[in-house]
T-cell receptor, first 113, second 111 residues
Framework: GAGVSQSPSNKVTEKGKDVELRCDPI?????LYWYRQSLGQGLEFLIY????????KSGLPSDRFSAERTGGSVSTLTIQRTQQEDSAVYLC???????????FGPGTRLTVT | QKEVEQNSGPLSVPEGAIASLNCTYS??????FFWYRQYSGKSPELIMS????GDKEDGRFTAQLNKASQYVSLLIRDSQPSDSATYLC???????????FGKGITLSVRP
C-alpha cells in the first residue's frame, strides 16, 4: 500500500519568508507526528496529532511554527518568518495509535538562505 | 531530560559477520522500542520493533530488550554490504508516544 507522502521534497526559501510543508499519512493511521532532523540536533519531535483530539505542540521550537491537520488526515506544518536555523529535514510519520510503529515519509529538505 | 544513548561509532564489520548495536534509555516508563535504518540522504526506515523483555527475531535481525537494565540491542547476522547505513534506536514514551532517538551509529560492512 501507499506509504506516507510529503511535499515538496525540497524547498529553498529566503530568510523571513513563510513556508508550508505537507504530509499525507498512511490510510487508516490515526496518529501523525512531525519531526525535524538537523546535523547538530539529530532527530527531534515537533508536534503530534491523534484523531480529532487537540494536538500536542510541546516540541515546537518557537511560536513561528504551527501545524494543522484537516479531516483527521492531511497535515500542514507552517513556519513563519523563516530563519537560517530552521534549515533541516522535516519528517512526517504516522501510526495506528499510541506506541505502535511509526512509519516515516521521505521528508522535506528545507534550506533557508 | 529523557535520553537515549547509543555506542559512538562508526562500527565496521566484515561481510558475513554479526554486527551488534547497543542502546540504553533513561525513562523507565518507556513502553515501545524501535530500530530504524537510515541510508544517506533518505528518511528512517523501520526495521524492528520490540515491546516486551526478551528476544525478537525477524530474518537476519534480532532485537533484544531488557527493561530492568534499560537496554535494547540489535544483532544483524550474516552482515551484507547493503546493511551499511546509520542505525537509530528510538524509544516511545509519554502520553503522546513521541519517539526519542539516539544519535545513531554508522555501520560499515566490508566486502
Amino acid at each position: 500500500g501507499a506509504g506516507v507522502s510529503q511535499s515538496p521534497s525540497n524547498k529553498v526559501t529566503e530568510k523571513g519568508k513563510d513556508v508550508e510543508l505537507r504530509c499525507d499519512p498512511i490510510s487508516g493511521h490515526t496518529a501523525l507526528y512531525w519531526y525535524r532532523q538537523s546535523l547538530g540536533q539529530g532527530l527531534e519531535f515537533l508536534i503530534y496529532f491523534q484523531g480529532n483530539s487537540a494536538p500536542d505542540k510541546s516540541g515546537l521550537p518557537s511560536d513561528r511554527f504551527s501545524a494543522e491537520r484537516t479531516g483527521g488526515s492531511v497535515s500542514t506544518l507552517t513556519i513563519q518568518r523563516t530563519q537560517q536555523e530552521d534549515s533541516a529535514v522535516y519528517l512526517c510519520a504516522s501510526s495506528f495509535g499510541l506506541h505502535y510503529e511509526q512509519y516515516f515519509g521521505p521528508g522535506t529538505r528545507l534550506t533557508v538562505t | 531530560q529523557k535520553e537515549v544513548e547509543q555506542n559512538s561509532g562508526p562500527l565496521s564489520v566484515p561481510e558475513g559477520a554479526i554486527a551488534s548495536l547497543n542502546c540504553t534509555y533513561s525513562d523507565r516508563g518507556s513502553q515501545s522500542f524501535f530500530w530504524y535504518r537510515q541510508y544517506s540522504g533518505k528518511s528512517p526506515e523501520l526495521i524492528m520493533s520490540i515491546y516486551s523483555n526478551g528476544d525478537k527475531e525477524d530474518g537476519r535481525f534480532t532485537a533484544q530488550l531488557n527493561k530492568a537494565s534499560q537496554y535494547v540491542s540489535l544483532l544483524i547476522r550474516d552482515s551484507q554490504p547493503s546493511d551499511s547505513a546509520t542505525y537509530l534506536c528510538a524509544v516511545s514514551t509519554g502520553a503522546n508516544s513521541k519517539l526519542t532517538f539516539g544519535k545513531g551509529i554508522t555501520l560499515s560492512v566490508r566486502p
